[in-house]
């Protein structure tokens, strides 16, 4: 075999460990959600629950966020239509999740200016938030 | 310049490549959270909270849905100590975060036998348990 076969299928080795490392299963690591991150949960109901106009001006602000450098992941979502049951509480009308690297990125977050300028231009928008930050495991 | 180290080079390059996927920044496609996706969130309450026994086991019954197909990413945590705010509920012992497909997904995870047996050999440890599900936008 050839010098220049075997490099081919070296080449070859090397693109179908690529491949592998595209294909492999979603793992908590690739939530960015390794031992030790915060989890930042937010849930907001609205003044106006029925005003499309204001959800879509909240949903608005919360992707100022994404400039923040606190932050490593940041998703927006609504309640999903999954079955009711007792235990669920699907009377929110807009969430946001975001995940920090520590308590201390977190803390930081609450003080950046983005974040300050948010809640000044659109608290007024929402009735009620309730926070939940979680440390994983 | 010779064939072999063309070949050399283009190994290099591909290796490059391959360096270049693993270094990128974490972006809410990493999360697993795509726009219909699934964010079920849930937060348990016990009836023992000062019981590290308790919290120890509620936390190994989780776990046992590591092996349910239908959940893309499994996440167990407990209250992060970020800074005290009226708005956070800190008051929770455990919470487990999901990510689903689709809503399709999150209910038959609900009659799942892993997920009923769970409910039947540790639901005695809580008290109270609220869960968040958020379709992602």
Chains 1, 2 share one sequence.
């Not at 106009?53 to 100022?64: A, H, V």
């Not at 932050?71 to 235990?87: F, N, W, Y």
């Not at 308590?103 to 977050?109: F, H, L």
């Not at 003080?111 to 495991?137: A, K």
């Amino acid at each position: 075999m050839g010098r220049i076969t075997s490099l081919l299928m070296i080449i070859g080795f090397i693109l179908l460990g690529c491949l592998r490392v595209s294909e492999q299963p979603l793992q908590s690591d690739d939530l960015g959600a390794q031992p030790g991150q915060i989890i930042h949960h937010v849930f907001f109901w609205l003044n106006n629950p029925d005003s499309e106009s204001d959800k879509q001006q909240l949903i608005e602000g919360l992707n100022t966020f994404s400039s923040i450098d606190e932050i490593k992941v940041l998703v927006v979502g609504s309640p999903a239509s999954t079955i009711e049951r007792e235990v669920v509480d699907n009377s929110f009308d807009v969430s946001e999740l975001m995940i920090f690297e520590s308590v201390e990125a977190q803390d930081a977050y609450q003080v950046h200016p983005i974040h300050t300028e948010f809640v000044e231009n659109y608290s007024h928008l929402w009735e009620r938030v309730v926070v939940y930050d979680m440390v994983v495991n």
